[in-house]
């Protein structure tokens, strides 16, 4: 990096704290601090909803994902629009009628104060964990980038979100979201654009797609029954929709931001707007991540994109083995930029036989490329069983800072960075707020102020923020980021969203049925998550994770009736209601 990365870099992650601290100063009381005084308009929501999802994970992984596996994750999106609609006409008007600060506190009057107290601790929980790993995904970055240790950019990242989300609370989240999207979008079209440009001149996009899709990496839509894939049309439209109305519409890092609108039009106004253009950016990125590849069967790339791992075999006893892995590789990849000429010549000349006789030497080429890669990681473990050798991560870092422009590296570090503080702000003004208000709060038997809450808020918030530090200090990739947080959400959010199920649509249910089977169904699906996903490879699971959305939203649901049918026929409580 140059000096003119360094101060593109600097200068936007200082200005975007900065401006988060000066547009908020001087919140007064709670509803100022959690829900941004209700001055939100629908374009703030939107984009804010939007850069509260859209972490610095998404940007570090997605590429990744893409380049190993193609475009099929995008269908893990494709229930959300259905989501926005469910949410929209349910969960905002529930939520604004009621005024509650926080998605739970409308459990306790359905139900009763230990089923809040539960839901709230469930989402602290799944929701402490995930604001770790947004904070760990662009310490990744910064270390391939400067040779830091992980545990100093990690304090860092951590203490720049922390000053302006204590300082301005919820308003602060929103605003500075808005240039961060702004940031994001703007770096990544520049990107796409570099990366075409850097094709061989007769390559266009339509060719490069036609070469992608050689690869299989445009493979969109799978129809597959079979529940050990990941991602189907199936699980996203049912295991992706029950993940996203559990998200949008539970979990308070989401909620708190069109609590924040200025009426129940521009909340839903704002979701409807993350419903619509959701799905193409994330359809964009992957794309990215797919042009990257292309580029890729141009342009030589290591048989492992993680730096240290590199650095750890070829310091080891295995690096010769590793230098001969590698000359075969350079070798292959000779041959492959061969096979990509032939197959754009047949292309050019319309010959069917002659296309798919070069896309067949594609694959082949493709399997070779596969057992080299495995052959290294193996080599890499060998060396050093400690080194992460799952690369997907660092294959849209390897590319920045490898081929992009003295500048352009600068804004592409302050993209990802900048998603990562506006996800992870979200994150810690939710956790904040439920434990001061949820349980703090609620559970205080003596009455305060106003502004003594505020207070309160902020030093939970700024608590929150320390454990965040510390869990991304112990943090570690797992099959690759973006899929590890959608993983620990699925293992929490089916459950939450069936308690919201029941408290919406089954009145008849009381709080000790819930109770009791939302403690059941969590202890369930973590025994159904360890047994049939998390002991095996990725892609060899015998479930694919999106499912435990649904199951656990089911099975909280026919566990509360069972229990309430239970009680009716004996006619007396389950045990002692507060």
């Known amino acids: 990096m140059g000096a003119l990365d360094w101060t593109i870099l600097s200068g936007t992650l200082l200005f975007i704290v900065s401006y988060g601290v000066w547009k908020t100063r001087g919140s007064k009381n709670v509803n100022d601090y959690v829900r941004g005084g209700n001055q939100a308009q629908w374009w703030t929501i939107g984009l804010s909803v939007m850069a509260t999802q859209a972490s610095a994970i998404t940007f570090l992984s997605t590429p990744g994902q893409a380049f190993h596996d193609g475009m099929g994750f995008v269908q893990f999106y494709f229930g959300l629009p259905l989501a926005m609609i469910i949410i929209c006409m349910v969960f905002v008007p529930l939520y604004h009628r009621m005024k509650v600060y926080t998605a739970y506190e409308f459990l306790e009057g359905r139900f009763d104060l230990k089923t809040r107290s539960l839901t709230a601790i469930l989402f602290l929980m799944q929701r402490g964990l995930a604001a770790g790993i947004t904070i760990f995904a662009p310490s990744i970055i910064l270390s391939a980038v400067l040779g830091w240790d992980l545990w100093t950019l990690n304090i860092i990242i951590g203490i720049l979100v922390i000053i302006y989300t204590v ?185 069917f036989t002659a296309v798919q006789e070069a896309k067949q030497q594609i694959i082949d080429i493709n399997k070779k490329d596969s057992t080299n890669r495995v052959a290294a990681k193996s080599m890499i473990k060998q060396a050093n069983d400690s080194v992460e050798t799952n690369d997907k991560d660092y294959v849209f870092i390897h590319f920045i800072l490898h081929n992009l422009p003295r500048g352009l590296i600068g804004l592409l570090l302050a993209v990802i960075l900048s998603a990562a503080m506006s996800s992870t702000a979200s994150e810690l003004n939710a956790l904040g707020t439920i434990t001061a208000l949820d349980l703090y709060k609620r559970n205080k038997k003596e009455v305060r102020s106003e502004k003594y809450y505020v207070k309160v808020s902020k030093i939970f918030t700024l608590i929150w923020g320390i454990i965040a530090i510390l869990i991304a200090c112990i943090a570690d990739l797992f099959d690759n980021l973006i899929q590890l947080v959608n993983i ?58 999106l499912w435990l959305n649904f199951i656990g939203a089911a099975m909280v649901i026919l566990i509360a009736l069972f229990f309430e049918a239970f009680d009716r026929v004996l006619k007396r409580p389950l045990i002692n209601s507060q």
Not at 171 to 185: E, N, P, R, Y
Not at 241 to 269: H, M, N
Not at 498 to 522: D, E, M
């Open 167 to 351: 300082s301005g609370g919820t308003k602060a989240v929103s605003v500075t979201q808005k240039q961060q999207m702004f940031i994001i979008m703007t770096g990544m079209f520049i990107t796409f654009f570099f990366i075409l440009g850097y094709l061989p001149s007769d390559i266009t996009f339509s060719k490069a797609l036609k070469i992608a899709g050689a690869s299989n990496k445009l493979d969109i839509l799978d129809f597959d029954m079979n529940t050990k894939s990941r991602y189907t049309f199936w699980s996203g439209i049912t295991g992706g929709l029950f993940l996203a109305l559990a998200y949008f519409g539970t979990d308070q890092s989401q909620v708190q931001r069109y609590l924040s609108g200025k009426s129940i039009r521009e909340s839903q106004l704002g979701l409807i707007f993350n419903g619509i253009l959701k799905i193409p950016m994330q359809f964009f990125i992957l794309l990215v991540g797919v042009m990257v590849f292309v580029f890729y069967q141009y342009n030589p790339s290591p048989l492992n994109f993680n730096p240290s791992a590199t650095q750890a075999v070829m310091e080891s006893n295995l690096a010769n083995d590793y230098k001969l892995l590698q000359e075969g590789q350079v070798l292959l990849e000779a041959e492959k930029r061969i096979a990509q000429n032939k197959f754009s010549t047949a292309l050019d000349l319309k010959e």
């Open 488 to 545: 620990i959400g699925s293992i929490f959010y089916g459950n939450v969203l069936g308690i919201f199920l029941l408290a919406f649509f089954f009145k008849f249910v009381k709080g000790n049925a819930v109770f009791f089977a939302a403690i059941i169904t969590q202890i369930i699906i973590c025994v159904i998550y360890y047994n049939l996903i998390h002991i095996y490879p990725s892609g060899e699971e015998k479930l694919g994770y």
